[in-house]
Nanobody, 121 residues
Framework: QAQLVESGGGPVQAGGSLKLSCAAS????????VGWYRQFPGKTRELVSR???????IYADSVKGRFTISQDNAKNNQDLQMNSLKTEDSAVYYC???????????????WGRGTQVTVSS
C-alpha cells in the first residue's frame, strides 16, 4: 500500500521561506501527476500547485511568483518551495500523488496526512 510522508512544515515569520517535501513509498503505481493542496480552518481543501502528466505546472493565483513546485526524475518525491510567506498562507498543507488506474486513467489519488504551516506577522 502506498504511503506519502510530508515534512518541512512549521512556524515561520512573514516574509520568510519554508520548503515542504513529500516522499512516496510502497506500491503507488505509475504516477501521472503531483501536487500540493491546503486547507484553512472551516474551509474545503484547495489547490496550491500541481504538475500534470504532460509536465504543465499550475499555481493558484494567490501563490504565483512566490511558490515553486518540483518533482524528482523518479517521480516519487516532490517539493514545494514557499518564499515571501504571508500570514494568509497559514494552513494545513497536503501533498497529493495521482496514479493511473487499471484502465490507464489518471484517477487514483493518494494523500499525505498534512503538515501545518503557520506564518506569524
Amino acid at each position: 500500500q502506498a504511503q506519502l510522508v510530508e515534512s518541512g512544515g512549521g512556524p515561520v515569520q512573514a516574509g520568510g521561506s519554508l520548503k515542504l517535501s513529500c516522499a512516496a513509498s510502497g506500491n503507488i503505481g505509475r504516477v501521472c501527476g503531483v501536487g500540493w493542496y491546503r486547507q484553512f480552518p472551516g474551509k474545503t481543501r484547495e489547490l496550491v500547485s500541481r504538475i500534470k502528466a504532460d509536465g504543465t505546472t499550475i499555481y493558484a493565483d494567490s501563490v504565483k511568483g512566490r511558490f515553486t513546485i518540483s518533482q524528482d526524475n523518479a517521480k516519487n518525491n516532490q517539493d514545494l518551495q514557499m518564499n515571501s510567506l504571508k500570514t494568509e498562507d497559514s494552513a494545513v498543507y497536503y501533498c497529493n500523488f495521482k496514479a493511473y488506474d487499471k484502465w490507464a486513467v489518471c484517477a487514483h489519488d493518494y494523500w499525505g496526512r498534512g503538515t501545518q504551516v503557520t506564518v506569524s506577522s
